[in-house]
């Protein structure tokens, strides 16, 4: 199948990519031609585990190519797919004039009948209005029929994600559309659900806020441990045995980041208030995990109430692992607040390095490894739980001026840090080796 995606983001290449892996012939268009230069040589503009490897492999064998023009990017393609941003707005609703504006393109450049996806997050009703912008912009007498496929992958894990789905979700009005996208959909063996297009928009939205409310359930849960001494993790895992909770997505941390639980949770509240419905659980939700990013903080200023001149280890600047996406990551707000309080920060990430210097506080300095950053600090506080982290020699912390972790995802094992007399306060978990004494020494 010929097929054009269009928007080269997390999900766009990672859609192309993987559907040229497959055997379709895909064109990937991008406005930003200094990205489109990038990719035709086959440098990925974003870190994505496996992604470089096979977006190279399909360009040799002919299959992936990459266009800012597009019109070239239509002009052979049976089905496109929209994989534009539907950022936040101010008041928390999708901007959606990234995907209105594509609609018009595919409309001016259509010369044959054409199944046209959505695969970016789009409120309800969207698809509907898409299928009326093309509709009333046609050029040429061709059909166009607006499909609705939502997009669950994971940053870090979007390759595998791709290839081992729990779900592909089709939206249609038609069953000649939904049954061309589980042809196109067939090679990955995923399950396929089909069903009608509002549906499908809402399985999106509703599917991201039950995995938000489960982490912030389990972060008030983790509050709750800390003032009762109780350890969440064994909580977690005691409650994650039932079938029926599941053990996924129960680690308490600093609260959820990223470029789609945020915005997608304050837009399914949004769109519930446009039909007058209050949604007063993902409203506690929302308010839950702002409260989480500050707790981090709150325990560093506990232990070291001026800040003023203190080194700061920061190790993850990446709202999670294995991405170099900076998007709502706690990082941004745990930098700010630290450099506003008069610390020196000292910040390591792996990967995202580059994506903060563009983002953070010039005064943030970054090192080249945990080493570097962890030496001679007064604290360290762990914001992304990078294997590289995990796995550090905790010797690394005997090279503090004083050994005191606030870590923000349980990295470590109490035990551990009990053993190797370092000061660790983690979520929701007994505090290691606090001795007030320690609290001049600082
Ligand atoms: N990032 C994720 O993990 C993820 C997962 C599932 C769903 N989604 C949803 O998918 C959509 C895309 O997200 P993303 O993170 O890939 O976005 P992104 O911001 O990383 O990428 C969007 C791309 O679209 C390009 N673009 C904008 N207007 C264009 C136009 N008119 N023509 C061609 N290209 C254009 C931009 O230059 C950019 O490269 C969003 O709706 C998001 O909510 C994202
Ligand atoms: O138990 C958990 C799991 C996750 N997180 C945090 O939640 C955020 C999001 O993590 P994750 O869901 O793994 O990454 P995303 O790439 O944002 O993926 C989510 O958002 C995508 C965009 O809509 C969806 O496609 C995915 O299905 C959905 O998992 C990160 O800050 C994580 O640190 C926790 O704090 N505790």
């Known amino acids: ?32 031609n200094e990205k489109i230069l990038k990719m ?44 534009v941003g539907t950022p936040e707005r101010e008041d928390g609703s999708a901007d959606l004039s990234f995907v209105e504006q594509v609609a018009k393109d595919i409309a001016f450049h259509a010369i044959r009948n054409t199944v046209v996806v959505t695969k970016s997050t ?14 009333e912009s046609l050029v040429q007498q061709v059909n166009l029929e607006v499909v609705s ?67 912030s359930f389990i972060n008030e849960i983790s509050n709750i441990c800390e003032r009762l001494g109780a350890n969440v993790e064994d909580v977690a895992n005691g409650m994650g045995m039932d079938k029926r909770i599941g053990d996924k997505f129960l680690n308490a941390g600093i609260g959820y980041g990223g470029s789609c ?12 208030g446009n039909v007058e419905y209050e949604f007063e659980l993902l409203k506690g939700v929302v308010k839950v995990n702002q409260k989480q990013q500050g707790l981090l903080l709150a325990k560093l ?18 709202f999670k692992p294995n991405t170099d996406d900076m998007r709502e990551a706690a990082s941004l707000v745990v930098t700010e607040n630290l450099i ?25 300095r970054y090192a080249s490894c945990v080493e570097d950053a962890v030496k001679n600090s007064d604290a360290t506080l762990i914001l992304t739980e990078w294997d590289e982290v995990r796995n550090v020699d905790l010797d690394v912390f005997k090279s503090m001026n004083y050994p005191l972790v606030i870590d923000g995802r ?7 840090m009990k053993d190797n007399n370092i000061e660790y306060h983690s979520v929701g978990r007994p505090v290691q080796n606090h001795k007030v004494k320690h609290r001049q020494s600082i």
């Open 301 to 318: 200023n506990e232990r070291i109430p001026d800040l003023t001149g203190k080194r700061i280890a920061v190790l993850g600047l990446a």
């Open 340 to 364: 506003y309080s008069g610390a020196e920060v000292m910040a390591y990430d792996p990967v995202a390095i580059d994506n903060a210097k563009k983002i953070l506080n010039d005064d943030v």
């Open 410 to 416: 349980n990295c470590f094992e109490l035990e551990e």
């Open 1 to 32: 199948m010929n097929i054009a995606v269009v928007g080269t983001g997390y999900v766009g290449l990672v859609t192309g990519v993987s559907l040229s892996d497959v055997g379709h012939t895909v064109t990937c268009i991008d406005i930003d």
């Open 149 to 215: 496929n939502p997009e669950f992958l994971k940053e870090g894990s979007a390759i595998y994600d791709s290839f081992n789905g729990d779900r592909i979700v089709i939206g249609a009005n038609s069953k000649e559309a939904a049954n061309i996208l589980e042809e196109i959909n067939k090679p990955f063996g995923v399950p396929v659900f089909k069903t009608d297009i509002k549906s499908a928009e809402m399985i999106k939205y509703a599917s991201n806020a039950f995995l938000a409310t489960k982490i």
């Open 122 to 135: 789009v409120p309800v009703g969207t698809n509907d209005k898409i299928q009326s912008i093309i509709d």
């Open 261 to 272: 639980f945020p915005k997608d949770t304050k837009a399914l509240i949004q769109i519930a």
């Open 40 to 83: 035709k040589q086959g440098i990925s503009p974003i870190y994505e585990p496996g992604l470089s490897d096979m977006m190279t492999r399909n360009i040799h064998e002919g299959r992936l190519h990459f266009t800012s023009d597009h019109q070239e990017g239509f002009e052979s393609a049976e089905v496109i797919y929209i994989a």
